[in-house]
């Protein structure tokens, strides 16, 4: 079930969104070589805890031993913190991070180049972001999800990479996956309608070669078939009568 957000709503979930930004600003700024994944959970989560009644939404979710998702190049999403996954130079991070103030949930990603990282990767990463950009675009109300579908597959496939067909972006409020799924490929015209009041999580996975994914043993981890590395961006956005409002980027 669509559960709409009143603006009231909307903004403690900007507010959530601030913090949850600054917390995002921190992972790309402070995740190096040498550290390990745990390190980054810890960093993420202090500075979340830090901010009176923020949470980190990850915590327990459906049993998720961490505060962020830290996933490794080939690794997509889902990456579980740990002592032991040392981050080397030239990998690149993907790291997912929620924050629940208030009572409502945001959700936002990013991937961190770390070191020396290969131009294919770089580009890899300046494509996810268009993607995520171009998906932010399309979500104007009366537009549909498949028209947020549409624009980051167009981005992506033009460059030459492909977007994942297993995982979707989601709604979000108090709870943290609400409907409607936001897959990252569609058509036009086609899905739920958007209207003013909806709030999704918009987040593009994408991979240099094939789309398919499997999970690790651990129960959590997806990575490509292939071995090829992904990214993942992702922003929550709320859904207003003046169009899409990015509610965990900074602002300015
Ligand atoms: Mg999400």
Redesign the pocket.
Known sequence: MIQLKSAREIEIMARGGQILAAAVRLAETDTRAGMSTLDVDRMIEEFIRSHEGALPSFKGLYGFPASVCASINEEIVHGIPSAKRVIRDGDIVSI?V?VLLEGYHT?A?TTVAVGNVGAESLRLLDVTRKALAAGIAAAQPDNHVGDIGAAVQEVVERAGFNVTRDLV??G?GTTF?EDPQVPNYGKPKRGVKLTAGLTI?I?PMVMIGSHKTRQLPDQWTVVTVDKSRAAHF?HTVAITAQGPRVLTQLAA
């Open positions: 997912d929620g959700d990603a972006g989601h979000i996956h999580a987040e992702e």
